[in-house]
């Protein structure tokens, strides 16, 4: 059987600096910039996932999201230890959470934040402590 591998998730944004300084102040994410071909790119390691960023601001045909809930993806999903100790952080920095935490069943709580351009991330702790 063939064995897939996670390689990134593409974010499309009208504000790439925005993006990634959000990730980078409310998430830790590492920001890498480099100049292939003289054009700017930023790129960012969070949990061990390679996010692209792309700026499609120049491009018309870019629309906003569609609301929730829609098909197709609709967020990515980031394990955490210490849930309430991690929300009361992101809280502390102003971000915006949309659900939680909350526990959803026996082992797992969630939380989810709304990032810059409606980007959803859900925060999870999983284990046999969560009741």
Same mark, same amino acid.
């Given at each position: 059987?063939?064995?897939?591998?996670?390689?990134?998730?593409?974010?499309?944004?009208?504000?790439?600096?925005?993006?990634?300084?959000?990730?980078?102040?409310?998430?830790?994410?590492?920001?890498?910039?480099?100049?292939? &071909?003289?054009?700017?790119?930023?790129?960012?390691?969070?949990? $061990?996932?390679?996010?692209?960023?792309? +700026? !499609?601001?120049?491009?018309?045909?870019?629309?906003? $999201?569609?609301?929730?809930?829609?098909? $197709?993806? +609709?967020?990515? &999903?980031?394990?955490?230890?210490?849930?309430?100790? !991690?929300?009361?952080?992101?809280?502390?920095?102003?971000?915006?959470?949309?659900? &939680?935490?909350?526990?959803?069943?026996?082992?797992?709580?969630?939380?989810?934040?709304? &990032?810059?351009?409606?980007?959803?991330?859900?925060?999870?702790?999983?284990?046999?402590?969560?009741?």
């Amino acid at each position: 059987m063939t064995q897939y591998t996670f390689d990134h998730i593409h974010l499309f944004t009208r504000d790439p600096e925005g993006m990634a300084t959000y990730f980078e102040s409310m998430l830790g994410a590492e920001v890498i910039r480099s100049s292939p &071909g003289g054009q700017l790119r930023i790129d960012l390691k969070l949990g $061990g996932a390679n996010i692209f960023i792309l +700026d !499609v601001s120049a491009n018309p045909k870019a629309v906003d $999201g569609a609301p929730h809930p829609h098909c $197709g993806l +609709d967020h990515f &999903g980031l394990l955490v230890e210490d849930i309430d100790k !991690v929300c009361d952080a992101l809280k502390a920095k102003g971000a915006n959470f949309t659900r &939680g935490p909350k526990t959803i069943r026996p082992g797992t709580r969630i939380a989810f934040i709304e &990032g810059p351009e409606g980007v959803s991330i859900e925060l999870l702790e999983r284990g046999p402590h969560i009741t």
